[in-house]
């Protein structure tokens, strides 16, 4: 470009004195290396313990009719959903691997293993796809959702999907319509469910909790009391997308 004539020397010059600057004033010439004196407290149980306060504070709640939420320690539940038991799902993308992956990718609790610690000793039984029979049980939970990505495209056109999995879609309409039911979606953005809205008693957006399950459990269970609210627009079909566009706050 420089020898087309289309980039002047100077602006390269410039561009990267700017650089340049920054980096000897971080003093990356003499140190180029991170500071590994604490790496081994990354992880410890301090850490965990502010994470899991973390989600606990980010956790949503849209809806909550009947008092579905917080559970009861002395009630029998029933869990379903592709993202109760998945602890990749919910750290989402960037988490060992550029895009992230599904399954057990790293060390933490999944919600469904976070449920069973703060109430352990509650009959919670899980089937991923509400395949077992449904009956006997006080209250359902139903966590749905996104697998893992990263550095997709956004949010305007491009045949961009905000819908869940027909599998999602089945787990929550066979748990609802079998007992008082709580649905949280685990997401980087959100879901389409408002199809399903009428029948849900009680909606959570539980985001990406990453590796501490234990935090949506908090909030489930009223160890702590939901505080988060939404960030962005919910919307209610496909019909409002985009949703925004050229809102002053609009990113």
């Not at 008092?67 to 002395?74: M, T």
């Not at 997709?152 to 319509?177: F, P, Q, R, S, Y």
Request: net charge negative; glycine share 12%.
């Amino acid at each position: 470009e420089v020898t087309a004539g289309r980039v002047s020397r100077a602006r390269v010059d410039d561009a990267v004195a700017r650089i340049l600057t920054q980096k000897f004033r971080l003093g990356l010439f003499e140190k180029p290396y991170a500071d590994t004196t604490h790496l081994s407290s990354v992880g410890s149980a301090a850490h965990r313990a502010v994470a899991r306060e973390a989600v606990a504070k980010s956790q949503v709640l849209l809806k909550n009719d009947g008092g579905v939420l917080p559970l009861k320690k002395s009630q029998k539940v029933y869990v379903a959903g592709s993202n109760a038991d998945d602890l990749g799902n919910q750290a989402g993308g960037w988490t060992i691997s550029w895009q992230g992956s599904s399954g057990r990718n790293t060390t933490g609790t999944t919600i469904l293993e976070g449920m069973r610690k703060a109430a352990p000793d509650a009959a919670i039984d899980y089937s991923k796809d509400a395949s077992a029979a449904t009956e006997g049980y006080d209250v359902g939970v139903v966590v749905v959702g996104e697998t893992p990505y990263a550095e997709g495209i956004g949010d305007v056109g491009n045949g961009h999907d905000l819908e869940l999995t027909a599998a999602d879609k089945a787990a929550v309409d066979k748990v609802c319509a079998a007992m008082p039911c709580a649905v949280l979606v685990v997401s980087g953005r959100p879901q389409l469910i408002g199809d399903r809205l009428g029948a849900i008693d009680a909606l959570v957006a539980s985001w990406l909790p990453g590796t501490e399950g234990d935090g949506v459990a908090d909030v489930l269970y009223g160890t702590r009391p939901f505080t988060g609210q939404l960030p962005v627009t919910w919307p209610k079909s496909e019909a409002q997308l985009p949703i925004n566009v050229g809102d002053a706050s609009y990113d």
